[in-house]
């Protein structure tokens, strides 16, 4: 589950369910960041993007992350059983960021692409469109949907019964590493797959919700554990929101966004379901910083479609925030 030939993969993973040995496992998982901290280009086995910025443009930058500031709470000390409590990060300022030559957009390479994975309902697949147009729109940047891929095309080596809870399972590894490399397209920017079923990581591990590789550009993320879909609208919205969130989550780990330990934010790490529904569905200023840098997007543009996809899917405090967020930038003091 794991491929360390060359430290060429840094397997991220959100919430996962403890065990002896996952809690080992993550433990080394944790080592492999920390030497990432340290030397980011021994596990970045393509060359960051080159995209040219100015001096102007990072200075403009630093006047966003100051201007946004005072809307963001810091984050508490972690509780007991909460990532941070678990997870010693060190976080990482814009600035330290740049530092590590992150992946970036190119105009060769700015598309985010979508590959459902598993059975969809016709709510499910709504499901899979409105976070499409979220990807889109948090990243300014086009995304586009492949073909879907049946249960069925899955080999026998990639599915499980979990021995326990009896879910049907699929092998992170197998759909990043034999599924979506393979076939990622030049113009892509990341390659991720959405999958309607259960996701584990192999051995040791009893599931996960979403799981991201650093360099590669591919990721995987999972709506099963995110509540009802089919159910009522109230519930619909909450399954939503949540896939929104990891959505976002792994496409920017994508982009060599670390977890963030500074602010309340969308790059938090998380441990549980409740852990992840208290973090919010924004970036701190930090980290809104990084996407800028990223992807080369107007941050009030970016506010701005953001709000009115807030408004227009009915999570009126998503978008009062981006609408407040976006006055900021657009105030003259
Ligand atoms: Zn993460
Ligand atoms: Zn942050």
């Not at 992350?65 to 990060?89: C, D, M, T, V, Y």
Request: aromatic share 10%; net charge positive; proline share 6%.
């Amino acid at each position: 589950m794991f491929n360390t030939s060359g430290l060429n993969v840094v397997a991220f993973l959100s919430l996962v369910c403890l065990s002896p040995v996952a809690v080992m496992f993550r433990r080394f998982c944790m080592l492999l960041i920390a030497a990432y901290a340290v030397c980011p280009n021994l596990l970045h086995g393509v060359s960051p993007v080159s995209q040219s910025t100015t001096p102007d443009d990072l200075a403009n930058i630093r006047k966003t992350i100051n201007r946004l500031k005072s809307l963001h709470a810091k984050q508490e000390k972690p509780k007991a059983g909460e990532w941070r409590a678990q997870h010693k990060e060190k976080g990482q300022t814009f600035f330290q960021y740049l530092r590590s030559r992150p992946v970036r957009f190119t105009e060769k390479r700015n598309t985010i692409y979508v590959t459902p994975i598993g059975e969809f309902t016709e709510r499910q697949n709504e499901l899979v469109k409105i976070s499409c147009e979220f990807l889109s729109l948090y990243f300014s940047c086009p995304v586009k949907t492949l073909d879907p891929i049946e249960l069925d095309e899955i080999p026998a080596k990639a599915k499980r019964i979990h021995p326990t809870w009896g879910d049907r399972q699929l092998l992170t590894s197998y759909i990043l590493d034999e599924v979506l490399t393979p076939k990622l397209p030049k113009d892509a920017a990341s390659s991720i797959a959405l999958s309607s079923v259960d996701l584990w990581p192999g051995d040791g591990w009893n599931f996960a919700f979403g799981y991201a590789s650093f360099e590669n550009r591919v990721g995987v993320w999972s709506f099963y554990r995110n509540g009802k879909t089919d159910g009522t609208d109230i519930e619909f919205q909450a399954c939503l929101k949540r896939t929104l969130k990891v959505a976002t989550h792994e496409t920017g780990h994508m982009v060599s966004m670390p977890h963030c330990t500074a602010y309340r934010c969308n790059m938090q790490g998380s441990n549980s379901l409740p852990e992840s529904d208290r973090q919010p569905l924004y970036c701190c200023p930090e980290c809104h910083a990084k996407i800028l840098f990223a992807t080369g997007c107007d941050p009030q543009s970016r506010f701005k479609a953001l709000a009115s996809f807030f408004r227009k899917h009915k999570f009126k405090d998503e978008a009062d925030f981006y609408e407040k967020s976006l006055a900021r930038l657009q105030s003259k003091r």
